[in-house]
């Protein structure tokens, strides 16, 4: 009998490693920074000095969750995660470029804020010993997971907001240069 209960607790040990993922940054020809989970979509010149982030994911404990979910909220118009990816046109450039900013600002500091978690995670994973505590790690590390999740859409809704931001610029200076030419 406790050579069964050994070998379900080794098996829940096993397999209560922390879900992980790999992803890397890099700059495009145009200048804008990405975030890819695919290094064949990193350009081959830029592979031999990328920056890696691994990460895995987890709940906070409950005082510090409220703490950085105040600080990784959106705020209506700024964060632009739930908004329009488009530049509205009574939006100045400039304007939509502090918005941009913020935007990066508030990923950064949620990107910080995971990699603080992770960091936080690995050391409780070296004090889970009982079944229990494995089971709230896991618990854990699973809402991370999720977070991470978020954290990657709104990479891409920056994206989208940044190439939508860079046509914007684009057509205006498509535009100016064609009036320049008109009158000439």
């Given amino acids: 009998m406790n050579l069964v209960k050994l070998s379900i607790c080794l098996l829940i040990i096993i397999f ?3 879900a992980s993922a790999q992803f890397y940054k890099y700059i ?6 990405r975030f890819t989970d695919d290094i064949n979509l990193v350009p081959p010149e ?3 000095n990328i920056k890696s982030y691994e990460e895995s994911v987890s709940e906070p404990v409950q005082e510090e969750a409220s703490n950085i979910q105040e600080e990784t909220q959106p ?3 700024s964060a632009g995660s739930g908004g329009s990816a488009a530049i509205d046109d009574a939006e100045s450039l400039e304007d939509a470029r502090k918005r ?3 935007f990066k600002d508030e990923i950064d500091a949620e990107y910080a804020a995971l990699i603080e978690e992770k ?3 690995a050391k409780e994973k070296e004090q889970a010993q009982n079944r229990e505590q494995i089971i709230e790690y896991n618990k854990k590390v699973e809402d991370l997971n999720q977070r991470v999740r978020d954290y990657q859409q709104k990479g891409k ?9 860079n046509k914007k610029i684009a057509e205006q200076n498509a535009a100016q240069k064609e009036k ?4 000439q």
């Fill in 119 to 121: 960091k936080k995670l």
């Fill in 46 to 48: 830029q592979r031999k």
């Fill in 100 to 102: 941009l900013d913020a």
């Fill in 180 to 183: 320049k030419e008109e009158d």
């Fill in 157 to 165: 809704d920056y994206e989208t907001q940044v190439d939508a931001y």
């Fill in 16 to 18: 209560a490693a922390p």
């Fill in 75 to 77: 705020a209506p118009k």
């Fill in 28 to 33: 495009d020809e145009d200048g804008n920074t």
